[in-house]
């Protein structure tokens, strides 16, 4: 199964430019793991709770530290085309329960864990693979 069934076109995002604080606060309010770190229309990076948490580890100023400072590689992304297994690989490689989706590089939305995992349910419990 493809991810274009299982995204969600709503989302938020952060720059480079915006503070620690406020990656957590968006994070936080919207309940998502990671965030798109946008350079114009173009997902540039991703920041993740990780992320956060290595920059509390060293000692980071959460009004002070930037995104670009801790955010991750930007190729953590999924396609619309991708299967959800390559969603899921992403999600466990990085430890993120949320991943960018993008249609021919433009960020079209985000894809959640969850909604790998329950539709792999709905699928076991009706005998099919995903």
Excluded: Q
């Excluded at 998502?32 to 100023?61: F, Y």
């Excluded at 021919?104 to 995903?130: I, Q, Y």
């Amino acid at each position: 199964m493809k991810v274009d069934r299982f995204y969600r076109p709503h989302f938020t995002t952060v720059e480079p430019t915006d503070s620690l604080r406020e990656a957590a606060s968006r994070m936080r309010s919207g309940g998502w793991s990671c965030l798109p770190v946008m350079v114009g229309d173009s997902v540039a990076a991703i920041i993740t709770e990780r992320d956060l948490v290595e920059a509390a580890a060293h000692g980071a100023k959460p009004n002070e530290a930037l995104v670009n400072d801790y955010m991750s590689d930007g190729s953590v992304t999924v396609s619309l085309d991708d299967d959800i297994s390559v969603a899921a690989t992403k999600m466990f490689a990085i430890g993120c329960r949320h991943l960018p989706v993008v249609n021919s590089g433009r960020l079209v939305g985000m894809v959640s864990a969850r909604d790998l995992l329950l539709e792999a349910a709905r699928a076991g419990a009706r005998g099919v693979l995903v």
